[in-house]
């Protein structure tokens, strides 16, 4: 009822007399006093409801490791007797973080797993009052430094010939302590890796090289018991050499180095590349054909998978082996980095990849390094040494080795060696390595180690290697078992191995034209039986001489074609094959060793 139209008489009727309105009024005034005096009353006994609690905790964030705990306190204002029957702790996120009730109501947090949630505090009527920040982040358990370098290459033939051969002796030079293992399958390639490590398969030879230098290999080695192995310092990886400069065929590694994480026994280890190298341009690989049989398209094709195969994973380290080694072919040693077209030379080869990944690893030079291996001479030490520097300074181009592409004088005093074969031979020795047209060395080495002008080049190549000479030998040339035990041979009679090579053809440039020089020529296959397999040696300058010799088990002879003169280009060829008496039905012919010397 609107009051001002009952005061005043206004009603939806009529109006309502003086005498009427009166009585209303003072009717109305006292149930006004009445209401009012009720209301008040009511006011003194109900309007007192429990204070407002202030709720505050003593840490909004809090940031723990792994396994660390933190207590986490509650405070009320006013104070709560007993906050356990009213209040509620609770987590969001039970997998990240974990907590246990104090008897003070304070809250024990304990660490579990990487990840950020959130503790909150509910009140009386279930609604949240307050929260902490829980981030937890992953512990890194810190190995203890033990002073060894442990590396483990997960390879194949490539990585063997970088690691096992000479990265120990280089190491244990500079009083670096070093473990080397190479999981080694021939040909392996990332996706066959993958495969392995998904099937957890006993596939691979286990070769370790401990602290003493001493390797041993196990046989039938699963990926994951070599990763257990030890507390390997850096783990490495590569494509098979067929596929090196192919960079889609790279798309295994991440899962690979994914297998290998989880694997691996320190959690600080390091992740390596190892960038291999471009084949030999004369190479007869069937895989060659993938960069058109060219070894420049080959090295620039491995330099840019091996950069963009560094967006797939973590790496901590490139070895640029593959840039040592063309950083020596520009220098006088040329294309001879390679024993058959694509594994590396057993001394000069192995050992370049080897100073490649020394001076990688352990961040310091390796020129002036003094270990070397017996069969490399002091100049092309320095050689391997400095292709490697300049490798890691520049890793993804070659350098032109512009203070090692000559030097020498074509005058010599003492004997020049030259080894026919792929066996490793002392320093002495100048050692052609394969038996195909285009190989060569340049500038030969005399016996003391002297560098002179004169190369030597296949020019017509051979059938093959043979490795049936003799161990042990009488000539007085003294010649070592690695030098007569292996030979090249062609067959001029018939065809063997579905080649007929009717002759063989080397020559050397450089000569001194004033001067006239002697050849004498080893040749030998031991258990040749009653045969004759005399081979013809004609050397042809501006005059010609022809030795002969039967290598049908020979032991003490050689054969000399004395007095040639060089023709007006300082060169001499030899052509060598099957003399007349020789009466094998193939026409096997055969070289061991050449000695060069210079008459005055």
């Avoid at 590694?253 to 694997?263: A, E, F, G, M």
Wanted: charged share 15%; aromatic share 10%.
């Amino acid at each position: 009822m609107n009051m001002s139209h009952v005061l005043y008489g206004i009603t939806k009727t009529k109006p309502i007399g003086i005498a009427q309105r009166a009585k209303f009024i003072a009717y109305f005034l006292l149930v006004l006093f009445a209401v009012g005096t009720g209301s008040c009353s009511k006011a003194k006994t109900e309007n007192n409801p429990t204070p407002t609690v202030s709720v505050k905790l003593d840490k909004e964030t809090s940031t723990l490791l792994q396994g660390d705990e933190v207590k986490i306190s509650v405070s009320f204002t006013p104070t709560v007797a007993t906050p356990a029957s009213q209040y509620k702790w609770q987590i969001a996120d039970a997998s990240i973080a974990d907590f246990k009730v104090n008897a003070d109501f304070s809250v024990n947090v304990t660490a579990k797993n990487k990840g950020q949630t959130e503790l909150a505090l509910y009140g009386p009527s279930g609604g949240k009052l307050t929260a902490c920040t829980i981030i937890v982040q992953e512990k890194v358990v810190q190995v203890p430094d033990d002073g060894i370098v442990k590396i483990l290459a997960i390879g194949n033939s490539f990585s063997e010939d970088a690691l096992e051969s000479f990265l120990y002796g280089l190491a244990n030079s500079r009083s670096h302590k070093i473990v080397i293992g190479n999981l080694y399958i021939g040909g392996a390639s990332l996706s066959l890796h993958l495969q392995n490590a998904t099937n957890n398969a006993n596939a691979y030879s286990y070769r370790k090289i401990n602290q003493q230098g001493v390797k041993v290999s196990t046989a039938n080695v699963s990926i994951a018991t070599a990763l257990a192995d030890d507390n390997w310092d850096y783990i490495s990886f590569q494509q098979e050499s067929p596929n090196s400069g192919i960079f889609s065929t790279f798309a295994p590694l991440t899962d690979l180095y994914n297998y290998v994480k989880t694997k691996t026994t320190n959690p600080s280890v390091k992740y390596v590349l190892h960038q291999t190298w471009a084949y030999q341009k004369n190479s007869t690989y069937s895989a060659f054909a993938n960069y058109d049989r060219d070894q420049d398209k080959m090295y620039a094709g491995i330099v840019d998978a091996y950069i963009k195969a560094q967006t797939l994973i973590p790496v901590n380290v490139v070895v640029p082996a593959g840039t040592a080694i063309q950083n020596g072919r520009t220098s006088i040693i040329g294309d001879n980095f390679c024993r058959d077209g694509y594994h590396l030379d057993v001394n000069i080869g192995r050992y370049t990849a080897a100073c490649a990944w020394f001076e990688s690893i352990f961040k310091e030079s390796v020129i002036g390094n003094s270990y070397k291996p017996s069969a490399l001479s002091d100049y092309h030490t320095e050689i391997a040494q400095n292709a490697a520097h300049l490798a890691v300074l520049k890793p993804n181009e070659v350098t032109p080795m512009v203070n090692y592409q000559g030097g020498g004088t074509s005058d010599f005093t003492k004997p020049i060696w030259v080894n026919f074969g792929g066996n490793s031979v002392p320093s002495e020795w100048n050692s052609l390595t394969q038996y195909t047209a285009g190989t060569s060395l340049p500038n030969l080495k005399d016996q003391v180690g002297a560098n002179t002008n004169i190369s030597i080049t296949i020019v017509e190549g051979f059938n093959n290697r043979n490795q049936s000479g003799p161990t042990a030998t009488t000539t007085s040339w003294n010649m070592p078992s690695s030098v007569s035990s292996d030979s090249y041979y062609g067959n001029s009679k018939a065809v063997w191995e579905s080649k007929s090579v009717t002759q063989s053809v080397v020559k050397l440039t450089g000569l001194n034209t004033t001067k006239k020089y002697n050849f004498c020529f080893f040749g030998s296959r031991a258990n040749s039986g009653a045969e004759n397999r005399e081979t013809k040696y004609t050397v042809k300058g501006t005059n010609e001489v022809v030795a002969l010799l039967d290598a049908a088990n020979n032991t003490a002879n050689i054969a000399c074609a004395e007095q040639v003169s060089p023709n007006a280009a300082g060169e001499i060829t030899i052509t060598i094959t099957a003399g007349s008496n020789n009466n094998n039905a193939y026409g096997f012919y055969y070289i061991n060793a050449l000695q060069l010397k210079q008459v005055n």
